[in-house]
């Protein structure tokens, strides 16, 4: 049997407005507990044009990509993003400062 498809690449083309990024971050996770959340609220460049209801991937670098740790990005602001580490890995997440890259899409919302 075949795979198919649910839906064709072609139905989002005119959905997406643009990308944002790479966005280069430092931030300090706080130490979440093994089933925690942990969530610290960074200051971003007004520059980047961020606006609430931009959807942000977040790519942890070095310390702070540990299996079973996903990173998320909500956009606050203009100016600042939440980054929320939820922690599923059974132990306790202390990355530190640490290091992560932020890439964004931008939806037509009309």
């Known amino acids: 049997m075949a795979l198919t498809r649910g839906f064709s690449p072609s139905q989002f083309r005119d959905k997406i407005l643009g990308s944002i990024g790479p966005i ?4 300090t996770i706080p130490s979440t507990a093994a089933g925690a959340n942990g969530k610290v609220t960074i200051a971003v460049s007004a520059t980047l044009g961020l606006v609430v209801g931009d959807i942000l991937f977040v790519i942890p670098q070095g ?12 956009v ?17 997440y202390n990355p530190g400062a640490a290091n992560f890259v932020l890439v964004g899409f931008r939806f037509n919302q009309a």
């Open 76 to 92: 606050l602001t203009s100016t600042s993003v939440s980054l929320v580490a939820h922690n599923g890995s059974g132990s306790i």
């Open 24 to 27: 280069p971050v430092n931030a």
């Open 63 to 74: 310390a702070a990509l540990v299996d079973g740790v996903d990173v998320e990005a909500v």
